[in-house]
């Protein structure tokens, strides 16, 4: 499986700022996904990153809210704007595998705090 | 039509024992689904997969087993251990899609010593 990295792992923040968060792979990817795993709850895909296109939102996910960057294919970028307490969760970026199979894996995630 | 529900929420099993969830799926055009394990504070690791082709699928300790007439299928923990104590969540997904994982909603486990 892909070795898969986030920065920050965790942060406070407060209401009204926006954070950046980073996702690393050890090898190129196509396709990367950014996923939300609020308080005790499951995981909702947020957005599908792939090099050199626009990233594809799902219902419910906003580009001005979530931009995502994705300049090569080993990193992407989550911006959560302008944040409120209900932004509060753990974004987790995805990749597919090594083998560009259907089977993908998941960075540590990065917990964040909005107060 | 796009979820997937997962039962039961939280489960007790003392070691030894066989630890059972279950996920059913109404969207016929899935054709992958995996079980992930998750620990408190870390991303959820890829456990098992299987497609709609096979019934049944073992991994040493862990099996799926795909009934595909009824849309469910279950993981089977044998011989649950302690460290095996996690939230478990099943997903499923149309390959040559987007790649979308769409998930149930986690059942945690205990396994008791």
């Known amino acids: 499986s892909a070795v898969i990295s986030q920065k920050p792992s965790r942060d406070i923040c407060q209401r009204g700022t926006s954070l950046t968060i980073q996702c690393q792979v050890d090898s190129q990817v196509t396709m990367m996904f950014w996923y939300r795993q609020q308080p005790g709850q499951s995981l909702t895909l947020i957005a599908t990153?792939?090099?050199?296109?626009?990233?594809?939102?799902e219902s419910g996910f906003v580009i001005d809210k979530f931009p995502i960057s994705r300049p090569n294919l080993t990193f992407s970028t989550l911006t959560v704007s302008n944040m409120s307490p209900e932004d509060s969760s753990i974004y987790l970026c995805?990749?597919?595998?090594?083998?560009?199979?259907?089977?993908?894996?998941f960075g540590p995630g990065t917990r964040l705090t909005v107060t | 039509q796009q979820q997937v529900k997962q039962s039961p929420q939280s489960l007790i099993v003392q070691k030894g024992g066989i630890s059972i969830i279950n996920c059913a799926y109404e969207?016929?055009?899935?054709?992958?689904f995996p079980w992930y394990q998750q620990f408190p504070g870390k991303g959820p690791a890829l456990l098992i997969a299987?497609?709609?082709?096979?019934s049944e699928k073992k991994e040493g300790r862990f099996t799926i087993s795909f009934n595909k007439s009824a849309k469910q299928f279950s993981l089977h923990i044998m011989d649950s251990q302690p460290g095996d104590s996690a939230t478990y969540f099943c997903?499923?997904?149309?390959?040559?899609?987007?790649?979308?994982?769409?998930f149930g909603q986690g059942t945690t486990l205990q396994v008791k010593p």
């Open positions: 995805s990749v597919e595998g090594r083998t560009g199979g259907y089977e993908q894996y």
């Open positions: 990153a792939n090099q050199g296109s626009e990233a594809t939102y």
């Open positions: 997903a499923a997904s149309i390959t040559g899609n987007t790649g979308k994982l769409i």
């Open positions: 299987i497609r709609p082709d096979v």
């Open positions: 969207n016929t055009a899935f054709d992958y």
